[in-house]
């Protein structure tokens, strides 16, 4: 059974730090490149910030350059997202999400997401 179970999320005030982990199982992490999503209310879900699959090569919004860090263990079959001077519009569920494509299908894997919420 697939399983992507995100945690670390939670209240923070701006310009504070968390850092978001998502536990993979029930497939070969190491084959799938990992993403971190987020959607706040009333806003379409936008791509945060995504890591190749030997975890060589990384990719940002513009609104998190500099300020988000994705990273992952293949050994623990997580994808970590250390979010560092958080701002109000960083508020939002974030999902973590696993896909690969093989034989000419996507495969696309979801979990079921982590409130971070910045407010003074």
């Known amino acids: 059974q697939v399983q992507l179970v995100e945690s670390g999320g939670g209240l923070v005030q701006p310009g504070g730090s968390l850092r978001l982990s998502c536990a993979a199982s029930?497939?070969?992490?190491?084959?799938?490149?990992m993403s971190w999503y987020r959607q706040a209310p009333g806003k379409e879900r936008e791509l945060v910030a995504a890591i190749t699959r030997p975890g060589g090569n990384t990719n940002y919004a513009d609104s998190v350059k500099g300020r988000f860090t994705i990273s992952r263990d293949n050994a623990e079959n997580t994808v970590y997202l250390q979010m560092n001077s958080l701002k109000p519009e960083d508020t939002a569920v974030y999902y973590c999400?696993?896909?690969?494509?093989?034989?000419?299908?996507?495969?696309?894997?979801w979990g079921q997401g982590t409130q971070v919420t910045v407010s003074s």
């Open positions: 999400s696993a896909d690969r494509l093989f034989l000419g299908r996507t495969y696309t894997y």
């Open positions: 029930g497939f070969t992490f190491s084959s799938y490149a």
